[in-house]
């Protein structure tokens, strides 16, 4: 039996419908040529595959077709947002992010550090929501652009991004939110979120990997410079062939997502209590790292008070396939700066585990997880008593 998938945050399986419907596209011939090649008939098919996979995208978030600019994921959406409005010096040097963003953005604005911009971190409470006083503070006359996830990636809260954007517009700066891990189980809506740019993945959302986007609203268009150079694809800003049949799977993923997000979501919610009651009969004394209101509905994060979250998973191993969020940087485990950030101990970090689940959990898969859990638990605990 394969190991009960737990780890969607880092990866969604690809939905079957996604992958039929990329099947046909491949399997009839229509769909390999260059869709920047329209002189012909295969070309300008091609070029059709990828205009009605922009619109699904668009119609997904509220923007128009002419507003999405496919990239390779929302790695490359995030340094183009970065990357592409930080590009000269003036006197709006600053660039602000929440403490506990993705690290392709915590990256991208280290690097400008090395240009010459300030980076400023907005503080998160315990539940690991912005602390918008401080934020408020840090946006300034000098401030280009702020970057701030709706989504986290490791413990799920969900940021309420309009305040966020309307702090940005009294300042007069650019608002970047990365939207990775909101896409599916969130009403993502960049005009009613007021973002300047907004970042997406499809494989975050049950679509093919190495694809996703960037949203760039018109009015923000004049803001954002192309980072790679040696075409005018995508409206001049990402050079390069697209993936006809990447993006058509992306675009499916997101019909599916416009049509069944909201049960989807319902049904979610449901597992999610079940996993947390079942773990009160079995583990009592487990704590949630951030806060179960405003949170991803399939996302817990864990802690195991007294056990390392590496030795509970290896425990696991064959039955539970999860994830703890800390980085391993030359060998050394570093324990996460999104735990660290909401004020847990290292120690604390190091103890907590990350569960993410979604469309094809069962109930059974839940009970499976903590019956699991909960057997590694009492070996865990007879060890240590020996
Ligand atoms: N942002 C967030 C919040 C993410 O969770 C991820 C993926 N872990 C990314 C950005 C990067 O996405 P991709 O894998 O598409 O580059």
Same mark, same amino acid.
Request: with cysteine; hydrophobic share 40%; aromatic share 6%.
């Given at each position: 039996?394969?190991?009960? @998938?737990? !780890? @969607?945050?880092?990866?969604?399986?690809?939905?079957?419908?996604?992958?039929?419907?990329?099947? !046909?596209?491949?399997?009839?011939?229509?769909?390999?040529?260059?869709?920047?090649?329209?002189?012909?008939?295969?070309?300008?098919?091609?070029?059709?595959?990828?205009?009605?996979?922009?619109?699904?995208?668009?119609?997904?978030?509220?923007?128009? !077709?002419?507003?999405?600019?496919?990239?390779?994921?929302?790695?490359?959406?995030?340094?183009?947002?970065?990357?592409?409005?930080?590009?000269?010096? &003036? !006197?709006?040097?600053?660039?602000?992010?929440?403490? #506990?963003?993705?690290?392709?953005?915590?990256?991208?604005?280290?690097?400008?550090?090395?240009?010459?911009?300030?980076?400023?971190?907005?503080?998160?409470?315990?539940?690991?929501? %912005?602390?918008?006083?401080?934020?408020?503070?840090?946006?300034?006359?000098?401030?280009?652009?702020?970057?701030?996830?709706?989504?986290?990636?490791?413990?799920?809260?969900?940021?309420?991004?309009?305040?966020?954007?309307?702090?940005?517009?009294?300042?007069? +700066?650019?608002?970047? %939110?990365?939207?990775?891990?909101?896409?599916?189980?969130?009403? %993502?809506?960049? @005009?009613?979120?007021?973002?300047?740019?907004?970042?997406?993945?499809?494989?975050?959302? @049950?679509?093919?990997?190495?694809?996703?986007?960037?949203?760039?609203?018109?009015?923000?268009?004049?803001?954002?410079?192309?980072?790679?150079?040696?075409?005018?694809?995508?409206?001049?800003?990402?050079?390069?062939?697209?993936?006809?049949?990447?993006?058509?799977?992306?675009?499916?993923?997101?019909?599916?997502?416009?049509?069944?997000?909201?049960?989807?979501?319902?049904?979610?919610?449901?597992?999610?209590?079940?996993?947390?009651?079942?773990?009160?009969?079995?583990?009592?004394?487990?704590? #949630?790292?951030?806060?179960?209101?405003?949170?991803?509905?399939?996302?817990?994060?864990?802690?195991?008070?007294?056990?390392?979250?590496?030795?509970?998973?290896?425990? +696991?191993?064959?039955?539970?396939?999860?994830? &703890?969020?800390?980085?391993?940087?030359?060998?050394?485990?570093?324990?996460?700066?999104?735990? #660290?950030?909401?004020?847990?101990?290292?120690?604390?970090?190091?103890?907590?585990?990350?569960?993410?689940?979604?469309?094809?959990?069962?109930?059974?898969?839940?009970?499976?997880?903590?019956?699991?859990?909960?057997?590694?638990?009492?070996?865990?605990?007879?060890?240590?008593?020996?």
């Amino acid at each position: 039996m394969p190991a009960i @998938y737990m !780890d @969607y945050q880092a990866t969604t399986p690809p939905d079957p419908r996604v992958v039929e419907r990329m099947r !046909d596209g491949h399997e009839s011939g229509q769909g390999f040529a260059n869709p920047h090649s329209v002189s012909h008939d295969l070309g300008r098919s091609a070029a059709a595959e990828v205009a009605a996979s922009r619109r699904s995208v668009a119609t997904l978030i509220g923007a128009d !077709d002419d507003e999405i600019v496919f990239t390779s994921g929302a790695t490359e959406a995030n340094n183009l947002a970065i990357l592409g409005t930080c590009h000269d010096l &003036t !006197d709006r040097n600053e660039i602000v992010v929440s403490a #506990i963003e993705h690290k392709s953005v915590l990256a991208a604005a280290r690097h400008l550090e090395s240009k010459g911009f300030v980076v400023r971190k907005a503080h998160v409470d315990a539940a690991g929501r %912005v602390d918008m006083d401080h934020l408020h503070d840090l946006i300034g006359s000098s401030t280009r652009l702020v970057s701030v996830m709706a989504t986290n990636n490791e413990i799920g809260v969900e940021q309420d991004i309009a305040p966020i954007a309307a702090l940005c517009r009294n300042a007069g +700066c650019l608002f970047h %939110v990365d939207a990775a891990q909101a896409l599916g189980t969130f009403a %993502v809506d960049a @005009y009613e979120w007021g973002a300047d740019f907004l970042s997406l993945s499809s494989h975050k959302v @049950y679509g093919p990997k190495g694809i996703g986007a960037l949203f760039v609203a018109r009015d923000a268009r004049r803001h954002i410079r192309s980072i790679m150079f040696g075409g005018d694809q995508e409206d001049g800003l990402r050079p390069g062939t697209l993936a006809p049949n990447l993006c058509t799977g992306f675009g499916e993923a997101c019909n599916i997502l416009a049509s069944e997000r909201s049960d989807e979501i319902v049904r979610l919610v449901g597992l999610r209590d079940r996993f947390l009651s079942k773990l009160r009969e079995r583990i009592p004394a487990y704590e #949630i790292n951030g806060t179960l209101t405003g949170r991803h509905p399939a996302n817990l994060n864990i802690r195991f008070p007294g056990i390392e979250a590496d030795q509970m998973l290896a425990m +696991c191993e064959g039955r539970v396939a999860a994830a &703890t969020g800390s980085a391993c940087t030359s060998g050394i485990p570093e324990p996460s700066h999104v735990l #660290i950030a909401l004020g847990r101990t290292s120690r604390e970090a190091n103890e907590s585990i990350r569960f993410s689940f979604g469309r094809f959990t069962t109930a059974e898969d839940i009970d499976a997880t903590v019956e699991a859990l909960s057997a590694a638990t009492a070996l865990l605990d007879g060890l240590a008593d020996a």
